[in-house]
């Protein structure tokens, strides 16, 4: 059976440090089910990036079980980790690094290629997501003809180009003003809602947690469900 949602368990991951070693996440747990969107707030330094660099198979924990839309990443060697995360998981990294020379469109064609598709429905899925960010009409612009807003939209428009099962963002807002950082934050909630996504979000900005369906604390690398809200 598969499920389309996100499962952490005990995960613990070393850093090396000096003589020793640093645990940057100390046996954390986390099932986020599809179609829902957990919010991940801590201090910097707490972990938060670490989570997601595991989820998206990017690190590899010194222990515990990673399990992405019902497939354990443990046994999985690199080459099938790198087309897991072309095919079932989306990256939204707080700086959108779009190809300059490519425009809106392109931008999330490209995604679609890179995983082998070119068919005549990879054009219409990028349009129909850039409908959904509401780039629409953007779709011929390039990178720098974008405001910072319309770029990170383009990020998340991309991340979604392969209809991901896992939607993986870290702080998506953090260069938006607040209006722009709610506008961000409504989207990524309906997606999650419309696409079906185990989405987790990392963010700093408190004010935006009312969108998520479920938030967690991260701190010094342990996680707690986060009573404040
Ligand atoms: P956050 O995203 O919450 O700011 P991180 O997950 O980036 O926290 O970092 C958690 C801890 O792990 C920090 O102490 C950080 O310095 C350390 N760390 C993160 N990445 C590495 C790395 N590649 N090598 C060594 N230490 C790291
Ligand atoms: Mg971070």
């Known amino acids: 059976m598969t499920t389309n949602n996100l499962v952490l368990d005990d995960v613990?991951?070393?850093?090396?440090?000096g003589?020793?070693?640093?645990?940057?996440?100390?046996?954390v747990s986390l099932d986020?089910?599809?179609?829902?969107?957990?919010?991940?707030?801590?201090?910097?330094?707490?972990?938060?990036?670490?989570?997601?660099?595991?989820?998206?198979?990017?690190?590899?924990?010194?222990?515990?079980?990673?399990?992405?839309a019902g497939e354990d990443i443990g046994?999985?060697?690199?080459?099938?980790?790198?087309?897991?995360?072309?095919?079932?998981?989306?990256i939204v990294f707080q700086q959108p690094n779009l190809l300059p020379s490519l425009n809106t469109l392109e931008q999330l064609?490209?995604?679609?290629?890179?995983?082998?598709r070119k068919d005549?429905?990879?054009?219409?899925?990028?349009?129909?997501?850039?409908?959904?960010v509401g780039l629409a009409d953007q779709a011929h612009k390039r990178p720098h003809q974008l405001s910072g807003g319309q770029r990170q939209r383009v990020n998340i428009a991309r991340a979604l180009m392969n209809e991901p099962s896992v939607l993986l963002v870290d702080e998506p807002?953090?260069?938006?003003?607040?209006?722009?950082g709610a506008a961000v934050m409504e989207l990524l909630a309906g997606l999650t809602r419309e696409r079906g996504t185990a989405t987790v979000l990392v963010t700093h900005d408190r004010t935006h947690l009312g969108r998520a369906d479920r938030t967690v604390t991260?701190?010094?690398?342990?996680?707690?469900?986060?009573?404040?809200?």
């Open 120 to 132: 005549g429905a990879v054009r219409e899925r990028a349009m129909t997501l850039l409908g959904a």
């Open 12 to 17: 613990t991951l070393t850093y090396p440090d």
């Open 75 to 90: 046994p999985l060697d690199q080459a099938a980790k790198a087309r897991l995360r072309r095919e079932r998981i989306g």
């Open 32 to 68: 986020v089910p599809a179609g829902t969107l957990t919010a991940v707030v801590g201090p910097s330094g707490s972990g938060k990036s670490s989570l997601l660099a595991v989820a998206a198979t990017l690190v590899t924990p010194d222990s515990g079980r990673v399990v992405v």
């Open 218 to 229: 991260v701190r010094d690398g342990r996680l707690t469900e986060d009573a404040s809200v």
């Open 19 to 27: 003589d020793g070693r640093l645990t940057a996440l100390d046996a």
């Open 173 to 180: 807002t953090s260069a938006l003003d607040h209006e722009r």
């Open 109 to 116: 064609e490209v995604m679609a290629h890179l995983s082998g």
